[in-house]
């Protein structure tokens, strides 16, 4: 598979696990190993009427396979990305968002390799 066009640095792309998605921006494609250099952006949990939101800019890059990520459509990240407060200069690193995120991965991760051992 030729992964080298399948994203674009600026991209936003999506990684999904239950009623959860997590909304990140491409940096860069690492062909080689077949990974993607993303800035999370934020965490959408659609198991409610309207979506939670957990602002993730803030958070750590992430490397993680290409091939788990799929295209963000602009109709679905437009509507979530307005429901963001303007970004404010932080002294701090945001725990709780950075607990929602790496609860996430987590779980995204397990399952993953749990679909593997089958």
Not at 38 to 63: H, Q
Not at 65 to 77: C, I, Q, S
């Amino acid at each position: 598979m030729d992964i080298s066009c399948k994203f674009q640095p600026g991209q936003i792309v999506s990684l999904d696990y239950g009623n959860r998605n997590l909304y990140a921006e491409v940096i860069q494609i690492v062909i080689s190993r077949d990974l993607c250099w993303v800035r999370p952006l934020l965490l959408a949990n659609f198991a409610y009427e309207l979506p939670l939101i957990n602002d993730l800019r803030d958070a750590p890059d992430l490397f993680w396979p290409v091939n788990l990520f799929r295209p963000a459509m602009d109709t679905e990240v437009i509507a979530l990305l307005s429901q963001l407060s303007p970004k404010q200069p932080k002294a701090d690193i945001d725990s709780v968002a950075q607990d929602y995120l790496n609860q996430f991965i987590h779980q995204f991760w397990q399952s993953f390799l749990d679909s593997k051992q089958l």
